[in-house]
């Protein structure tokens, strides 16, 4: 398996295989430039739908696609042979879910929310960076993500905490 983590990969492949089609964000992560962003972006329309959940629904539907992408990815990146390649983007969604975990599906929130877990998915502090690095398959893909969704969602507390809203 090649580590090119942005080895062209063809579209019919993505959209006739579909694991592939969900790793990459329902054909999001084809996005020829910032496929992490592009597919967070992508993931705002199924947050605003889950948002509507009660609390305890959503955070048990933000498990279960965090559990569900640690496989979708894994197979995703075994099919098209590249090792975490950037066009897989569930972890995007997964880490954008965390990221506004109990937050009321606000304009302001969202945007807030969804600057700060790409600040923190770029960034990658401590101990994401470590994670990125030593963890690997679609386990390694999945955690990174949901780490820096934690830290954005830590931002995002502290942020209302302190400034109101």
């Not at 959503?58 to 590249?82: H, K, N, P, S």
């Not at 700060?116 to 101990?127: C, G, N, Y």
Request: aromatic share 14%.
């Amino acid at each position: 398996m090649t580590s090119i983590k942005r080895k062209p990969v063809p579209a019919r492949l993505i959209f006739g295989n579909p694991v592939c089609w969900l790793a990459f964000g329902f054909g999001s992560g084809l996005a020829p430039k910032a496929p992490g962003t592009v597919g967070t972006l992508a993931a705002v329309p199924l947050y605003l739908l889950a948002a509507q959940l009660p609390l305890a629904v959503y955070l048990a539907v933000t498990v279960a696609m965090f559990l569900a992408g640690i496989w979708i990815c894994q197979r995703c990146e075994q099919d098209i042979g590249v090792e975490d390649h950037s066009g897989i983007v569930w972890d995007e969604f997964v880490g954008l879910f965390i990221t506004l975990a109990g937050f009321a599906p606000t304009v302001q929130n969202v945007v807030l929310g969804f600057l700060l877990f790409r600040l923190f998915d770029v960034w990658k502090p401590w101990p994401i960076r470590h994670f990125d690095r030593t963890v690997h398959g679609g386990f390694g893909i999945m955690l990174d993500d949901a780490l820096a969704g934690a830290w954005a969602w830590l931002a995002l507390a502290a942020a209302f905490r302190f400034y109101g809203g």
